[in-house]
């Protein structure tokens, strides 16, 4: 298993990705691409967990967030 795989499994590990993507997405593509290309074979490994969803987001903007689910339901 990749280091980032292992990295987005830890509770801790998965919001330092998270910040790591989002800060990449918009002040450096390049890392963005090579994160996103390590990542996006194990992206089904993400989902299930809020957090794990929210990555998978910021990866592919197709993906609702969780807090998009719930502002969709009108739970907000």
């Known amino acids: 298993m990749g280091t980032l ?3 987005a499994k830890d ?3 998965i919001q ?3 910040k ?4 990449a997405k918009l002040h ?5 691409g090579d994160l996103v290309e ?5 992206l089904y490994r993400l989902h299930g967990s809020s957090l ?3 990555i ?3 990866i592919d903007p197709s993906i609702e967030t969780v807090k998009d689910h719930i502002v969709s339901k009108g739970n907000a």
């Open 28 to 32: 450096r593509n390049d890392l963005f």
């Open 38 to 42: 390590n990542l996006d074979p194990f």
């Open 16 to 18: 330092i990705l998270r």
């Open 56 to 58: 998978a987001a910021i």
């Open 11 to 13: 509770v801790y590990g």
């Open 52 to 54: 794990g969803n929210n």
């Open 5 to 7: 795989v292992r990295l």
């Open 20 to 23: 790591t993507l989002e800060t």
